[in-house]
């Protein structure tokens, strides 16, 4: 039952951390940010966000990151207002580099079938 609650409750605050960026979040070090997925634990009391950011840039990440890491009182808040929580999940921005090391295995078969040829 904790495991359904839980997956429910990532599907919802992705969600509304999707709207948030879509809609209220005006900082420019935010606007190319995409979420990944989220991990909420079995009590709700933690959500990791993985975020992928779309340009491969690592000074821009690295103000992403610093944004988010800033914003988090903010994205809290509105997680448990919106998702009508009890207690707010600690919430935790994470990159996530599964992308990016898709794009570099995708490329490696690339060269390979080069090679074959």
Known sequence: ?????????????????????????????LTSVNITRVEVSGDLRYAK??????????????????????ATGFFRRRIATSLDLRVAPEVRFLVDRSIEKGER???????IRKDER
């Open 1 to 29: 039952m904790a495991e359904y609650r839980a997956a429910r409750a990532s599907q919802r605050i992705q969600q509304e951390i999707s709207l948030l960026f879509e809609r209220e979040v005006s900082d420019p070090r």
């Open 49 to 70: 966000i993985f975020v992928a950011p779309i340009r491969d840039d690592a000074d821009a990440t690295r103000a992403m990151m610093s944004a988010l890491d800033r």
């Open 105 to 111: 295995f995708l490329r490696a078969l690339e060269e």
